[in-house]
C-alpha cells in the first residue's frame, strides 16, 4: 500500500476510531458517529496526472461492508433530507478506478449542505489539487468538527457536522497549510495554524512532527504563506470556540484503533 500517513502516523483525536484502508487512502471511522472524523491521502502530480485520464464517472455511493452494521450509513439515511453524501477524499484524486470505486463507500461519505460543496468546498478541493500539482507532492487530511448540539440524519444517525477542514503539508517545500469553513453558507472559511486545529477542533493532522525543529519551519513558512492568502468568506466564528472546547477541547491519542485493510 503506498505511504498514506506522513512519518507512518495517523491523525490523532480525541474520539476513539477504527483506520480503514483503501488503496490510496485512509479514514478514521467513529461507529459512534456513524462517520468518518477524517481521512488521509498522499497526493502526488503523477496520480493526478492518471486521474485525469479516467474515463467519465458514473459511480454512486453504497454502504461501507467493512463496518459493522449497527455502526453502518445507508443511503436511505440521506433521503428528504437538506444534506448530500459529500466525499472527503475527492474521487478525482483517485489514480484509477479501483479507487474512485473505493472512494463511494460511505464510510468516505460526510452530510454536508449542497450548497456549501458548490460553492465553496469545490473551489477549495481545486485549490489544494494545484498545490500538489505546482509542487509534486502533499500529504492531505481532511475532517469534520462538532461546534454546536449535534444533529443527525436517518434510522443511522449519521452525525452532521458543523464544520469542515482540510490541512495540507509539502514535504519538498517544507511547508503546509489549513482552512476550516462552516457546513453551511456562508461558509465563513479561515485559514488555521496546525495549533488551532489540534488545540480548538480537537484534531492532530501530523503528529509525526510533534515537538520536532521540520514541524516548527512548516508552521512558520505556512505562516508566511497565509498572510496573502484570502478566501471568498471570512472567519470561522469565534463566539462558537467556547462551546467547541467542551465538545473538542484537545487533540488526545484516541485508544490503539482497529485497522481494516482494503481487498
Same mark, same amino acid.
Given at each position: ?6 512519518? =507512518? %502516523? ?7 476510531? &477504527? ?12 461507529? +459512534? ?16 496526472? =492518471? ?12 454502504? +461501507? ?11 436511505? @439515511? ?34 454536508? @449542505? ?7 468546498? %469545490? ?6 489539487? #494545484?498545490?500538489?500539482? *505546482?509542487? *509534486? ?21 449519521? =452525525? ?13 517545500? #517544507? #511547508?503546509? %497549510? ?17 495549533? *488551532?486545529? #489540534? &488545540? ?18 512548516? *508552521? ?7 498572510? +496573502? ?35
Amino acid at each position: 500500500m503506498p505511504r498514506i500517513f506522513y512519518d =507512518h %502516523k495517523p491523525p490523532e483525536t480525541n474520539l476513539s476510531v &477504527n483506520i480503514i484502508c483503501g488503496h490510496h487512502f485512509a479514514l478514521g471511522y467513529s461507529e +459512534d458517529r456513524t462517520s468518518s472524523l477524517w481521512s488521509a491521502e498522499h497526493l502526488t502530480r503523477t496520480g493526478l496526472l =492518471h486521474a485525469a485520464q479516467l474515463p467519465p464517472d458514473r459511480t454512486r455511493f453504497y454502504p +461501507d461492508e467493512r463496518v459493522p452494521v449497527t455502526s453502518r450509513a445507508q443511503l436511505d @439515511d440521506y433521503r428528504q433530507v437538506p444534506f448530500m453524501p459529500a466525499p472527503l477524499v475527492p474521487h478525482e484524486d483517485m489514480p484509477d478506478l479501483a479507487s474512485r470505486i473505493e472512494s463511494y463507500a460511505l464510510t468516505n461519505a460526510i452530510p454536508q @449542505d449542497p450548497r456549501f460543496h458548490a460553492l465553496s468546498w %469545490k473551489s477549495i478541493e481545486d485549490s489544494f489539487r #494545484k498545490d500538489v500539482m *505546482e509542487n *509534486e507532492e502533499a500529504y492531505i487530511i481532511t475532517g469534520v468538527a462538532y461546534m454546536a448540539a449535534l444533529n443527525a440524519l436517518g434510522w443511522d444517525q449519521i =452525525h452532521v457536522p458543523t464544520h469542515i477542514w482540510k490541512g495540507m503539508y509539502l514535504p519538498r517545500q #517544507k #511547508k503546509g %497549510k489549513a482552512i476550516a469553513c462552516r457546513n453551511q453558507i456562508p461558509a465563513e472559511c479561515r485559514w488555521l495554524d496546525w495549533d *488551532e486545529l #489540534k &488545540n480548538v477542533i480537537g484534531v492532530n493532522p501530523f503528529p509525526g512532527f510533534e515537538s520536532t525543529e521540520e514541524r516548527d519551519k512548516a *508552521e512558520n513558512a505556512a505562516e508566511k504563506d497565509l498572510k +496573502d492568502a484570502a478566501v471568498a468568506a471570512t472567519g470561522v466564528a469565534t463566539a462558537e470556540t467556547s462551546s467547541a472546547s467542551q465538545e473538542v477541547s484537545s487533540a488526545v491519542s484516541a485508544p490503539s484503533p482497529q485497522v481494516v485493510q482494503a481487498e
